[in-house]
T-cell receptor, first 115, second 114 residues
Framework: AQKITQTQPGMFVQEKEAVTLDCTYD???????LFWYKQPSSGEMIFLIY??????QNATEGRYSLNFQKARKSANLVISASQLGDSAMYFC????????????FGTGTRLLVSP | DAGVIQSPRHEVTEMGQEVTLRCKPI?????LFWYRQTMMRGLELLIY????????DSGMPEDRFSAKMPNASFSTLKIQPSEPRDSAVYFC????????????FGPGTRLLVL
């Protein structure tokens, strides 16, 4: 069975600073994908970034990067130059790298960016 | 491009009533997922379809819940009869059934059962 653990219920960061949101996972699969989603107070789930288990380089998407450490089974999200609009819940998720992915989500981390 | 469309966005009903939630996936996507989000249980997968066929409904909480996908552009999640513990946000998501494909979520339906 797959499991995602997010140990930080809440994080605070000042505007323009970088922040790392932790995610560890457990799976017996060799091929899998890791995802991060953002959920602002309005409620929608917004896809941020994806990392495949066989990807040799860490994924990056604009100000988002994923610090993937396969041996440690961690997939931390790094947000650089935080903005007020980054205040939201952040969910880490994983799925098998098959054709259609059944995602398992973590409990989320609430990020608050202060001016 | 239109994203995943869900209706209604908000639903308030009384215990015992039937509730039907609707979803239109992104055009061309052939996998569709229904999730439920609550404070106690977080985000959990209820059922997912591939090419309109239910693949895994092990997350459906009980027989009161049913889901259908009559065609590639429409799916419903029905609760009959509804109970207060069904109050949650229900998300529909869709994706292509290819490796590395991302699931894109709809805005969700916020359900309150009184």
């Amino acid at each position: 069975a797959q499991k995602i653990t997010q140990t930080q219920p809440g994080m605070f960061v000042q505007e323009k600073e970088a922040v790392t949101l932790d995610c560890t996972y457990d799976t017996s699969d060799q091929s899998y994908g890791l995802f991060w989603y953002k959920q602002p107070s309005s409620g929608e789930m917004i896809f941020l970034i994806y990392q495949g288990s066989y990807d040799e380089q860490n994924a990056t998407e604009g100000r988002y990067s994923l610090n993937f450490q396969k041996a440690r089974k961690s997939a931390n999200l790094v947000i650089s130059a935080s903005q007020l609009g980054d205040s939201a819940m952040y969910f880490c998720a994983m799925g098998r790298n098959t054709g259609f992915q059944k995602l398992v989500f973590g409990t989320g981390t609430r990020l608050l960016v202060s001016p | 491009d239109a994203g995943v469309i869900q209706s209604p966005r908000h639903e308030v009903t009384e215990m015992g009533q039937e509730v039907t939630l609707r979803c239109k996936p992104i055009s061309g996507h052939n996998s569709l997922f229904w999730y439920r989000q609550t404070m106690m249980r977080g985000l959990e997968l209820l059922i997912y379809f591939n090419n309109n066929v239910p693949i895994d409904d092990s997350g459906m909480p009980e027989d009161r819940f049913s889901a259908k996908m009559p065609n590639a552009s429409f799916s419903t999640l029905k609760i009959q009869p509804s109970e207060p513990r069904d109050s949650a946000v229900y998300f529909c998501a869709s994706s292509l059934d290819r490796v590395r494909e991302t699931q894109y979520f709809g805005p969700g339906t916020r359900l309150l059962v009184l």
